[in-house]
């Protein structure tokens, strides 16, 4: 299995996986388009191809059915972090086939989104016991609202819940490799989690890192500005040069683009505070357009630069 690095992803295959992500280019400062953005992902997810990243010590990332997935071989039958959207079953059927003959055994939500466990229902009937946060356990039994999204997600099926939680941290051992996962506290959302595979020196980052791509805060369910931040400072602070990071959406990373991403956040917020501060509306933020010396890289996928100063807006 070839060994591959966050460096080796160009900005092109970014823009390849917005297409595969099935998310319209915003040309408004709102989500999706007229259907809405989460059937516009679910929609798209039907029709995605799944691209497959081979990593290293039997570890896998499969993108295009929401957010990224990482699947772990071996022995103890396949750990899958994320479950993507249940639309993409056979084509992620067909991936996981294509990758092993083992069996699915277990799965771990990074939070609690639709995009990232709306496939825990199938796979729990393949055969997985699932791990996640306490909160995500909790948002999914319940109808939850997202007013980012305009969308009330329906309580799952007792199938989709995860049945082992924890507070603040656990790990496991599974097909040789110790999984160690920590919870950031409210960031993206109150849910979100890090998963890492320490022996083979790979972080799943979940939502917490949205690699070359503006991110969405989910403020109806705990996430701002200033917890992503302090997110963000914690996968700086976690990983080393040699560190392998699996995005919650967007390329596989490396040190330097997880950094990239803390400094843009941390820029971002300080020069809207700065226009909140003064005294400016939320459209006059906007229009003096605060994230300018970013949208030519960070600003050409879900979340526009105008939807992003909101999000941010809204948390100073």
């Known amino acids: 299995m070839k060994e ?54 039997n570890i896998t990332v499969l993108e295009g059915s929401g957010g990224n997935i990482a699947v772990l071989t071996g022995r ?14 056979p084509t992620v059927s067909g991936a996981l086939s294509s990758i092993s003959p083992d069996p699915i055994r277990h799965l771990i939500n990074t939070h609690w989104h639709v995009d990232h466990t709306d496939g825990n229902a199938w796979l729990h009937e393949a055969g997985a016991s699932i791990t996640a946060h306490q909160n995500t356990r909790k948002r999914l039994s319940v109808a939850t609202r997202v007013e980012g999204w305009s969308y009330t997600f329906p ?7 995860p049945t082992k939680v924890f507070a603040t941290e656990t790990e496991m051992r599974w097909n040789e490799t110790r999984i160690l996962m920590k919870y950031y506290g409210p960031a993206h959302t109150d849910s979100d989690i890090s998963v890492n595979f320490t022996d083979a020196d790979v972080l799943h980052a979940g939502d917490t890192l949205w690699n070359g791509v503006y991110p969405f805060i989910d403020y109806s369910t705990g996430g701002s500005i200033d917890g992503s931040i302090r997110a963000a400072e914690a996968n700086v602070a976690a990983i080393t040069g040699a560190t ?22 941390v820029t971002i917020r300080e020069k809207v505070a700065a226009l909140k501060k003064q005294g400016r509306s939320m459209d006059e933020a906007v229009a003096a357009k605060p994230t300018a010396p970013f949208d030519a890289k960070w600003g050409q996928f879900l979340i526009t630069p105008a939807m992003f100063t909101t999000l941010v807006y809204v948390g100073v």
């Not at 309580?155 to 819940?161: E, I, R, V, Y």
């Not at 990071?245 to 490396?254: K, L, N, T, Y």
């Open 4 to 57: 591959v690095t966050g460096t080796e992803f160009s900005r092109r295959r970014l823009f390849a996986l917005a297409g595969a992500a099935g998310v319209l280019l915003a040309r408004r400062p709102l989500l999706g388009d007229e259907t809405g953005i989460v059937p516009t992902m679910i929609n798209a997810a039907a029709k995605a191809k799944i691209v497959q990243r081979p990593l290293r010590r």
């Open 76 to 89: 103890d039958g396949k750990l899958l972090v994320d479950a993507g959207f249940s639309v993409s079953r």
């Open 155 to 161: 309580p799952a099926p007792a199938g989709a819940l």
């Open 244 to 265: 392998i990071v699996i995005p919650g959406h967007g390329p596989v990373a490396s040190r330097s683009d997880v950094v990239e991403f803390r400094d843009m956040l």
